[in-house]
Protein backbone atom coordinates (compact mmCIF):
# COMPACT_ATOMS: atom_id res chain seq x y z
CA UNK A 1 0.00 0.00 0.00
CA UNK A 2 1.38 3.66 -0.90
CA UNK A 3 2.11 5.92 2.35
CA UNK A 4 1.54 9.26 1.99
CA UNK A 5 3.94 11.72 2.67
CA UNK A 6 4.30 12.92 6.42
CA UNK A 7 6.28 15.19 7.06
CA UNK A 8 8.05 16.20 9.71
CA UNK A 9 9.02 18.80 11.64
CA UNK A 10 13.27 19.64 11.50
CA UNK A 11 15.32 21.07 14.22
CA UNK A 12 15.38 23.99 11.46
CA UNK A 13 12.53 26.26 10.23
CA UNK A 14 11.11 24.32 7.94
CA UNK A 15 9.81 20.84 7.73
CA UNK A 16 11.63 17.73 6.53
CA UNK A 17 10.00 15.57 4.09
CA UNK A 18 10.11 11.74 4.80
CA UNK A 19 7.65 9.02 3.58
CA UNK A 20 5.89 6.88 5.75
CA UNK A 21 7.75 3.49 6.02
CA UNK A 22 6.25 0.38 4.87
CA UNK A 23 7.59 -1.09 7.95
CA UNK A 24 7.91 1.62 10.51
CA UNK A 25 11.21 1.46 11.70
CA UNK A 26 11.99 0.59 15.29
CA UNK A 27 12.12 3.46 17.70
CA UNK A 28 15.71 5.28 17.48
CA UNK A 29 15.77 5.98 21.33
CA UNK A 30 13.09 4.86 23.62
CA UNK A 31 11.48 7.95 25.42
CA UNK A 32 11.52 6.44 28.61
CA UNK A 33 9.35 4.52 31.12
CA UNK A 34 5.69 5.62 30.28
CA UNK A 35 6.79 8.21 27.11
CA UNK A 36 7.02 10.45 30.07
CA UNK A 37 10.77 11.99 28.53
CA UNK A 38 8.66 13.21 25.60
CA UNK A 39 11.00 14.72 22.54
CA UNK A 40 11.95 18.15 23.09
CA UNK A 41 9.76 20.79 21.35
CA UNK A 42 11.92 21.04 17.86
CA UNK A 43 10.67 24.31 16.52
CA UNK A 44 11.41 26.27 19.21
CA UNK A 45 13.32 28.55 17.82
CA UNK A 46 12.20 31.87 19.03
CA UNK A 47 11.19 34.09 16.03
CA UNK A 48 13.58 36.91 14.75
CA UNK A 49 12.50 39.92 14.84
CA UNK A 50 12.77 42.09 11.03
CA UNK A 51 13.39 45.66 10.96
CA UNK A 52 11.27 47.81 13.35
CA UNK A 53 7.80 48.24 11.35
CA UNK A 54 7.29 51.35 10.08
CA UNK A 55 4.57 52.92 11.24
CA UNK A 56 2.69 54.17 7.81
CA UNK A 57 2.76 50.98 6.16
CA UNK A 58 0.12 48.42 5.55
CA UNK A 59 -1.29 44.72 6.12
CA UNK A 60 -3.93 43.08 5.19
CA UNK A 61 -4.67 39.38 6.05
CA UNK A 62 -7.25 37.45 3.61
CA UNK A 63 -8.32 33.70 5.08
CA UNK A 64 -10.39 31.60 2.39
CA UNK A 65 -11.53 28.35 4.96
CA UNK A 66 -10.98 25.28 3.31
CA UNK A 67 -8.24 26.25 0.18
CA UNK A 68 -6.80 23.46 -0.37
CA UNK A 69 -3.84 23.62 -2.81
CA UNK A 70 -5.07 20.66 -5.54
CA UNK A 71 -7.89 23.67 -6.12
CA UNK A 72 -5.91 26.51 -6.79
CA UNK A 73 -3.93 23.89 -9.13
CA UNK A 74 -7.20 23.04 -11.26
CA UNK A 75 -8.19 26.55 -11.57
CA UNK A 76 -5.10 27.37 -13.39
CA UNK A 77 -5.62 24.35 -15.53
CA UNK A 78 -9.04 25.50 -16.37
CA UNK A 79 -7.81 28.91 -16.95
CA UNK A 80 -9.11 30.73 -13.96
CA UNK A 81 -7.73 32.45 -11.26
CA UNK A 82 -6.37 35.11 -12.66
CA UNK A 83 -6.10 37.93 -10.31
CA UNK A 84 -4.27 35.45 -8.30
CA UNK A 85 -1.79 34.08 -10.86
CA UNK A 86 -0.56 37.59 -11.59
CA UNK A 87 0.11 38.43 -8.12
CA UNK A 88 3.13 35.48 -8.05
CA UNK A 89 5.28 38.58 -10.19
CA UNK A 90 4.48 40.70 -7.19
CA UNK A 91 5.64 38.45 -4.26
CA UNK A 92 5.86 34.65 -3.36
CA UNK A 93 3.35 31.63 -3.85
CA UNK A 94 4.22 29.14 -1.34
CA UNK A 95 4.20 25.76 -3.40
CA UNK A 96 4.43 23.86 -0.62
CA UNK A 97 2.97 25.20 2.46
CA UNK A 98 1.23 23.02 5.01
CA UNK A 99 -0.80 23.30 7.63
CA UNK A 100 -0.56 21.23 11.41
CA UNK A 101 -2.32 19.04 12.86
CA UNK A 102 -5.21 18.81 13.61
CA UNK A 103 -5.79 20.19 10.17
CA UNK A 104 -9.22 21.72 11.41
CA UNK A 105 -10.58 25.27 11.37
CA UNK A 106 -10.13 26.82 14.69
CA UNK A 107 -7.22 24.96 15.81
CA UNK A 108 -5.24 26.14 12.50
CA UNK A 109 -6.78 29.60 12.18
CA UNK A 110 -5.50 30.11 16.54
CA UNK A 111 -2.10 28.82 15.11
CA UNK A 112 -1.80 30.87 12.45
CA UNK A 113 -2.76 34.04 14.23
CA UNK A 114 -0.11 33.39 17.02
CA UNK A 115 2.28 32.10 14.92
CA UNK A 116 2.74 28.55 16.84
CA UNK A 117 1.93 25.20 17.22
CA UNK A 118 -1.15 23.84 19.33
CA UNK A 119 1.42 22.91 22.02
CA UNK A 120 1.54 26.78 22.52
CA UNK A 121 -2.46 27.59 21.26
CA UNK A 122 -3.60 24.21 23.63
CA UNK A 123 -6.72 23.86 20.80
CA UNK A 124 -6.92 20.39 19.08
CA UNK A 125 -10.77 20.57 18.98
CA UNK A 126 -11.60 17.73 20.97
CA UNK A 127 -9.89 15.33 23.17
CA UNK A 128 -9.98 13.02 25.97
CA UNK A 129 -9.17 14.77 29.02
CA UNK A 130 -7.57 12.25 31.70
CA UNK A 131 -7.76 14.56 34.45
CA UNK A 132 -11.56 14.47 34.29
CA UNK A 133 -12.64 11.72 32.18
CA UNK A 134 -14.32 12.96 29.85
CA UNK A 135 -14.10 14.10 25.74
CA UNK A 136 -13.47 17.79 26.50
CA UNK A 137 -15.05 19.62 23.40
CA UNK A 138 -13.27 22.96 22.31
CA UNK A 139 -14.24 26.23 20.62
CA UNK A 140 -12.54 29.49 19.92
CA UNK A 141 -9.33 29.11 23.01
CA UNK A 142 -5.98 30.14 22.24
CA UNK A 143 -3.82 30.45 25.01
CA UNK A 144 -1.47 31.70 22.75
CA UNK A 145 -0.59 35.84 22.27
CA UNK A 146 -2.71 37.09 18.90
CA UNK A 147 -2.16 39.17 16.06
CA UNK A 148 -5.33 40.92 17.51
CA UNK A 149 -4.43 40.98 20.97
CA UNK A 150 -1.19 42.61 19.98
CA UNK A 151 -2.86 45.10 17.96
CA UNK A 152 -4.65 46.68 20.16
CA UNK A 153 -2.50 46.74 22.72
CA UNK A 154 -0.42 48.80 20.68
CA UNK A 155 -3.22 50.66 19.47
CA UNK A 156 -2.76 49.66 15.94
CA UNK A 157 -5.74 50.89 13.88
CA UNK A 158 -7.61 47.37 12.97
CA UNK A 159 -10.79 45.80 11.13
CA UNK A 160 -11.92 42.63 11.14
CA UNK A 161 -14.58 41.29 8.26
CA UNK A 162 -15.64 38.70 10.21
CA UNK A 163 -12.72 36.69 11.16
CA UNK A 164 -13.91 35.27 14.30
CA UNK A 165 -10.94 35.02 16.27
CA UNK A 166 -10.91 38.58 16.29
CA UNK A 167 -14.63 39.24 17.75
CA UNK A 168 -14.12 39.04 21.25
CA UNK A 169 -10.72 41.36 21.37
CA UNK A 170 -12.61 43.76 18.94
CA UNK A 171 -15.50 45.72 18.73
CA UNK A 172 -18.41 46.45 17.00
CA UNK A 173 -18.52 50.29 17.28
CA UNK A 174 -14.99 51.22 18.00
CA UNK A 175 -13.13 52.47 14.72
CA UNK A 176 -9.95 52.00 16.15
CA UNK A 177 -10.34 48.19 16.40
CA UNK A 178 -13.56 47.39 14.17
CA UNK A 179 -15.41 44.30 14.06
CA UNK A 180 -17.61 44.49 10.85
CA UNK A 181 -20.52 41.71 9.60
CA UNK A 182 -22.38 41.86 6.55
CA UNK A 183 -25.34 44.26 6.17
CA UNK A 184 -28.31 43.19 8.27
CA UNK A 185 -30.39 40.87 5.87
CA UNK A 186 -27.45 40.23 3.22
CA UNK A 187 -26.00 36.57 3.20
CA UNK A 188 -22.44 36.70 4.21
CA UNK A 189 -20.79 34.94 0.86
CA UNK A 190 -17.50 35.83 0.18
CA UNK A 191 -19.12 38.58 -2.13
CA UNK A 192 -20.67 40.35 0.85
CA UNK A 193 -17.65 40.44 2.87
CA UNK A 194 -15.19 41.53 0.23
CA UNK A 195 -17.80 44.69 -0.68
CA UNK A 196 -17.63 45.70 2.76
CA UNK A 197 -13.84 45.66 3.29
CA UNK A 198 -13.34 47.26 -0.61
CA UNK A 199 -16.29 50.26 1.14
CA UNK A 200 -14.00 51.39 4.05
CA UNK A 201 -10.60 51.07 2.13
CA UNK A 202 -12.63 53.79 -0.36
CA UNK A 203 -13.38 55.74 2.37
CA UNK A 204 -17.11 54.67 1.50
CA UNK A 205 -20.25 54.43 4.11
CA UNK A 206 -20.89 50.75 5.02
CA UNK A 207 -23.46 49.37 6.57
CA UNK A 208 -21.91 47.16 9.51
CA UNK A 209 -25.08 44.65 10.43
CA UNK A 210 -27.52 47.59 11.12
CA UNK A 211 -24.88 50.52 11.97
CA UNK A 212 -23.99 53.33 9.55
CA UNK A 213 -20.09 53.68 9.47
CA UNK A 214 -17.65 55.34 7.72
CA UNK A 215 -13.62 55.21 8.56
CA UNK A 216 -11.79 58.15 7.41
CA UNK A 217 -8.60 56.45 6.99
CA UNK A 218 -7.50 53.05 6.21
CA UNK A 219 -6.90 50.76 8.94
CA UNK A 220 -3.25 49.49 9.01
CA UNK A 221 -4.18 45.88 9.45
CA UNK A 222 -6.98 44.64 8.09
CA UNK A 223 -8.39 41.01 7.60
CA UNK A 224 -11.44 39.10 5.66
CA UNK A 225 -12.21 35.59 6.07
CA UNK A 226 -14.87 33.87 4.34
CA UNK A 227 -15.74 30.56 4.39
CA UNK A 228 -17.62 29.96 0.89
CA UNK A 229 -14.75 27.27 -0.57
CA UNK A 230 -14.57 25.48 2.87
CA UNK A 231 -18.87 24.96 3.29
CA UNK A 232 -19.14 24.06 -0.75
CA UNK A 233 -16.08 21.52 -0.20
CA UNK A 234 -17.84 19.81 3.10
CA UNK A 235 -20.97 19.25 0.25
CA UNK A 236 -22.86 18.78 3.14
CA UNK A 237 -25.99 20.56 2.14
CA UNK A 238 -27.15 23.43 -0.04
CA UNK A 239 -24.77 26.85 0.21
CA UNK A 240 -24.06 29.87 -0.43
CA UNK A 241 -26.69 29.63 -3.26
CA UNK A 242 -25.05 26.67 -4.57
CA UNK A 243 -26.93 23.20 -4.53
CA UNK A 244 -25.27 20.17 -2.82
CA UNK A 245 -23.23 18.14 -5.67
CA UNK A 246 -23.46 14.27 -6.28
CA UNK A 247 -20.86 13.80 -7.95
CA UNK A 248 -16.98 14.57 -7.01
CA UNK A 249 -16.70 16.26 -9.66
CA UNK A 250 -19.75 18.72 -9.01
CA UNK A 251 -18.60 19.24 -5.62
CA UNK A 252 -15.28 20.28 -7.50
CA UNK A 253 -17.13 22.60 -9.75
CA UNK A 254 -19.30 24.41 -7.21
CA UNK A 255 -15.60 25.28 -4.80
CA UNK A 256 -13.82 26.49 -8.42
CA UNK A 257 -17.10 28.84 -9.16
CA UNK A 258 -17.24 30.13 -5.66
CA UNK A 259 -13.24 30.81 -6.09
CA UNK A 260 -13.67 32.70 -9.10
CA UNK A 261 -16.20 34.98 -7.46
CA UNK A 262 -13.47 35.64 -4.69
CA UNK A 263 -10.91 35.70 -7.32
CA UNK A 264 -12.80 38.94 -9.19
CA UNK A 265 -13.43 40.57 -5.49
CA UNK A 266 -9.86 40.50 -4.83
CA UNK A 267 -8.88 42.56 -7.66
CA UNK A 268 -11.19 44.99 -6.80
CA UNK A 269 -10.22 45.25 -3.50
CA UNK A 270 -6.48 45.77 -4.93
CA UNK A 271 -7.77 48.16 -7.38
CA UNK A 272 -9.60 50.43 -4.01
CA UNK A 273 -6.26 50.38 -2.12
CA UNK A 274 -4.42 51.36 -5.66
CA UNK A 275 -6.77 54.27 -5.67
CA UNK A 276 -6.72 54.70 -2.44
CA UNK A 277 -2.78 55.77 -3.32
CA UNK A 278 -1.67 53.12 -0.32
CA UNK A 279 -1.01 50.05 -2.28
CA UNK A 280 2.63 50.56 -2.75
CA UNK A 281 2.63 50.67 1.30
CA UNK A 282 0.38 47.74 1.52
CA UNK A 283 1.82 43.75 2.43
CA UNK A 284 -0.92 41.27 1.59
CA UNK A 285 -1.24 37.62 3.12
CA UNK A 286 -3.53 35.56 1.46
CA UNK A 287 -3.84 31.71 2.57
CA UNK A 288 -5.81 29.53 4.50
CA UNK A 289 -6.57 26.96 7.40
CA UNK A 290 -6.15 23.54 5.89
CA UNK A 291 -7.70 22.00 2.49
CA UNK A 292 -10.17 19.33 1.86
CA UNK A 293 -10.58 15.37 1.40
CA UNK A 294 -13.22 14.27 -0.40
CA UNK A 295 -14.59 10.59 1.07
CA UNK A 296 -17.09 8.41 1.01
CA UNK A 297 -18.43 6.55 -2.47
CA UNK A 298 -17.52 8.93 -5.25
CA UNK A 299 -20.95 9.76 -6.38
CA UNK A 300 -24.64 9.28 -4.97
CA UNK A 301 -25.32 6.80 -7.43
CA UNK A 302 -22.02 4.81 -6.37
CA UNK A 303 -23.01 4.87 -2.57
CA UNK A 304 -24.84 1.29 -2.16
CA UNK A 305 -22.23 -0.76 -3.24
CA UNK A 306 -19.01 1.45 -2.95
CA UNK A 307 -16.35 0.00 0.03
CA UNK A 308 -15.99 3.65 0.86
CA UNK A 309 -20.04 4.16 1.86
CA UNK A 310 -19.53 3.01 5.29
CA UNK A 311 -17.74 4.15 8.08
CA UNK A 312 -14.44 2.16 9.42
CA UNK A 313 -14.55 2.78 12.73
CA UNK A 314 -15.94 -1.13 13.45
CA UNK A 315 -12.88 -2.61 11.68
CA UNK A 316 -10.81 -0.26 13.71
CA UNK A 317 -12.37 -1.33 17.13
CA UNK A 318 -12.02 -5.22 15.84
CA UNK A 319 -8.63 -4.62 14.51
CA UNK A 320 -7.77 -3.39 18.52
CA UNK A 321 -9.39 -6.47 19.79
CA UNK A 322 -7.45 -8.48 17.51
CA UNK A 323 -4.08 -7.05 18.46
CA UNK A 324 -4.66 -7.65 22.36
CA UNK A 325 -7.61 -9.29 23.00
CA UNK A 326 -8.03 -7.02 26.63
CA UNK A 327 -8.10 -3.53 24.12
CA UNK A 328 -11.94 -2.41 24.84
CA UNK A 329 -12.10 0.76 22.13
CA UNK A 330 -15.24 3.11 22.94
CA UNK A 331 -15.51 5.86 20.30
CA UNK A 332 -16.73 8.91 22.14
CA UNK A 333 -18.71 12.19 21.73
CA UNK A 334 -18.05 15.78 23.39
CA UNK A 335 -19.12 15.58 27.09
CA UNK A 336 -19.03 11.58 26.87
CA UNK A 337 -17.34 9.65 29.76
CA UNK A 338 -15.94 5.81 28.83
CA UNK A 339 -17.45 2.91 30.46
CA UNK A 340 -15.85 0.73 33.16
CA UNK A 341 -14.76 -1.86 31.04
CA UNK A 342 -13.40 0.88 28.21
CA UNK A 343 -9.87 0.51 27.63
CA UNK A 344 -9.03 3.14 24.94
CA UNK A 345 -11.00 6.38 24.26
CA UNK A 346 -11.28 7.14 20.60
CA UNK A 347 -12.19 10.82 19.74
CA UNK A 348 -12.66 12.52 16.45
CA UNK A 349 -14.34 14.27 14.02
CA UNK A 350 -14.60 11.73 11.19
CA UNK A 351 -11.36 10.96 9.52
CA UNK A 352 -8.58 10.36 12.06
CA UNK A 353 -8.87 8.91 14.86
CA UNK A 354 -7.50 10.32 18.22
CA UNK A 355 -6.77 7.11 20.42
CA UNK A 356 -6.05 7.01 24.17
CA UNK A 357 -4.80 4.07 26.29
CA UNK A 358 -6.12 4.98 29.78
CA UNK A 359 -4.01 2.71 31.38
CA UNK A 360 -1.17 5.73 30.79
CA UNK A 361 1.55 3.45 31.26
CA UNK A 362 1.53 2.01 27.71
CA UNK A 363 4.99 2.79 26.38
CA UNK A 364 6.18 4.21 22.89
CA UNK A 365 7.66 0.81 21.75
CA UNK A 366 4.19 -0.65 22.44
CA UNK A 367 2.46 1.98 20.17
CA UNK A 368 5.29 1.67 17.39
CA UNK A 369 4.17 -1.98 17.73
CA UNK A 370 0.59 -1.36 17.47
CA UNK A 371 1.12 1.09 14.50
CA UNK A 372 2.87 -1.57 12.45
CA UNK A 373 -0.19 -3.81 13.35
CA UNK A 374 -2.81 -0.95 12.15
CA UNK A 375 -0.27 -0.07 8.61
CA UNK A 376 -1.50 -3.80 7.39
CA UNK A 377 -4.61 -2.37 6.69
CA UNK A 378 -6.14 -1.03 3.13
CA UNK A 379 -8.48 1.24 5.13
CA UNK A 380 -5.20 3.23 7.35
CA UNK A 381 -2.94 5.50 5.65
CA UNK A 382 -0.75 6.47 8.16
CA UNK A 383 -0.41 6.62 11.98
CA UNK A 384 0.86 9.00 14.51
CA UNK A 385 2.63 7.93 17.64
CA UNK A 386 2.57 10.28 20.75
CA UNK A 387 5.85 10.54 20.04
CA UNK A 388 5.65 11.58 16.43
CA UNK A 389 2.73 14.22 17.29
CA UNK A 390 5.13 15.95 20.16
CA UNK A 391 7.71 16.75 17.47
CA UNK A 392 5.30 17.93 15.45
CA UNK A 393 4.47 20.39 18.34
CA UNK A 394 1.26 18.42 18.90
CA UNK A 395 -0.72 20.09 22.67
CA UNK A 396 0.20 17.51 25.16
CA UNK A 397 -2.89 18.03 26.91
CA UNK A 398 -4.81 16.15 24.17
CA UNK A 399 -3.58 12.96 25.51
CA UNK A 400 -3.10 11.23 22.24
CA UNK A 401 -1.29 8.00 22.23
CA UNK A 402 -1.82 6.87 18.67
CA UNK A 403 -3.80 9.36 15.29
CA UNK A 404 -5.15 6.79 13.12
CA UNK A 405 -5.38 8.06 9.66
CA UNK A 406 -7.97 6.56 7.13
CA UNK A 407 -6.97 6.17 3.65
CA UNK A 408 -8.27 8.45 0.58
CA UNK A 409 -11.64 7.94 0.72
CA UNK A 410 -12.30 6.15 3.88
CA UNK A 411 -13.72 7.61 7.23
CA UNK A 412 -14.67 7.14 10.67
CA UNK A 413 -17.75 8.80 10.59
CA UNK A 414 -20.90 7.13 12.11
CA UNK A 415 -19.95 6.99 15.61
CA UNK A 416 -23.61 6.52 16.62
CA UNK A 417 -24.59 4.77 13.20
CA UNK A 418 -22.05 2.85 11.21
CA UNK A 419 -24.43 1.71 9.08
CA UNK A 420 -24.70 5.15 7.24
CA UNK A 421 -24.13 5.56 3.92
CA UNK A 422 -21.50 8.24 2.80
CA UNK A 423 -21.47 9.87 -0.77
CA UNK A 424 -19.22 12.91 -2.30
CA UNK A 425 -18.57 14.60 0.91
CA UNK A 426 -15.65 16.56 1.78
CA UNK A 427 -13.61 16.75 5.33
CA UNK A 428 -9.95 17.69 6.49
CA UNK A 429 -9.21 16.26 10.04
CA UNK A 430 -6.55 14.41 8.45
CA UNK A 431 -2.81 14.82 7.18
CA UNK A 432 -3.44 13.27 3.58
CA UNK A 433 -1.65 15.62 1.30
CA UNK A 434 -4.89 17.39 -0.10
CA UNK A 435 -5.81 18.21 3.43
CA UNK A 436 -2.59 19.84 4.82
CA UNK A 437 -0.95 21.02 1.73
CA UNK A 438 -2.41 23.84 1.36
CA UNK A 439 -2.71 27.51 -0.53
CA UNK A 440 -0.93 30.67 0.16
CA UNK A 441 0.60 33.71 -0.96
CA UNK A 442 2.14 37.05 -0.30
CA UNK A 443 2.49 40.40 -2.23
CA UNK A 444 3.38 44.00 -2.11
CA UNK A 445 5.75 45.63 0.30
CA UNK A 446 9.15 44.68 1.33
CA UNK A 447 8.12 41.54 -0.24
CA UNK A 448 10.94 39.95 -2.31
CA UNK A 449 9.85 39.10 -5.60
CA UNK A 450 10.24 35.18 -5.33
CA UNK A 451 7.87 33.97 -7.40
CA UNK A 452 7.17 30.63 -7.12
CA UNK A 453 8.65 29.39 -3.93
CA UNK A 454 9.38 25.55 -3.60
CA UNK A 455 10.62 25.41 0.17
CA UNK A 456 8.17 23.90 2.39
CA UNK A 457 6.73 26.58 4.70
CA UNK A 458 4.49 26.10 7.77
CA UNK A 459 1.27 27.84 7.53
CA UNK A 460 1.84 29.50 11.01
CA UNK A 461 4.75 31.31 9.56
CA UNK A 462 2.00 33.61 8.36
CA UNK A 463 1.10 34.69 11.45
CA UNK A 464 5.19 35.79 12.40
CA UNK A 465 5.50 37.44 9.86
CA UNK A 466 2.31 39.86 9.96
CA UNK A 467 3.80 40.33 13.24
CA UNK A 468 7.14 41.23 11.46
CA UNK A 469 5.42 43.57 8.85
CA UNK A 470 2.94 45.49 11.64
CA UNK A 471 6.46 45.68 13.58
CA UNK A 472 6.00 43.65 16.96
CA UNK A 473 6.89 39.84 17.94
CA UNK A 474 4.50 37.50 18.76
CA UNK A 475 5.55 36.14 22.38
CA UNK A 476 4.10 32.66 21.91
CA UNK A 477 5.04 32.13 18.64
CA UNK A 478 7.59 28.94 17.99
CA UNK A 479 7.71 28.78 14.42
CA UNK A 480 10.40 30.50 12.05
CA UNK A 481 10.25 33.99 10.17
CA UNK A 482 9.85 33.80 6.71
CA UNK A 483 12.53 34.67 4.76
CA UNK A 484 10.55 36.55 1.96
CA UNK A 485 11.01 40.44 3.00
CA UNK A 486 13.64 42.53 1.36
ZN1 LIG B 1 -11.72 25.68 8.15
Redesign the pocket.
Known sequence: MRKYLICLLSFFLLLVGCTVPEKPKEPIDDPGENGTEDPEDPIDDPSVPGEPGDSDNYVVYINL??FAKYYYDEAVKRGGVQTLRKLIQEGVMFENLYNLPPS???P??AMIISGATSGKTQNVYRYYDRLNNIVVQQGRENKAETLYDKAVELGIPSVSVRHFPAESVFSPTDPTRLYVTEPSGTEADAAARFDQAIKLVRGNSFQNGTSPMRLEEVPRFLTIYC?DL?ALGHNEKDAYGYKKASTENGRLNNVLAALETIDQKLAELIQAYKDRGIYEKTTFFLT???GMTPFGAPSILESLFSKYSHSKWPALRDKLKSINKDYVFEYLGPGEKPSPSTTIVGVGVGLQMQLTFLDSSVTENELESIKRELLKEEYVQAVLTKKELLQQGYWRGANVDLLVIPSERYHFHGRENPSGNYAVRGQ?DTILDSSRHIYGIVWGYRVKKIGLEEKEYLVPQFGVAMAEMLGFTLKDANVGRMDIFD
Open positions: DGITNNQDDTDHH
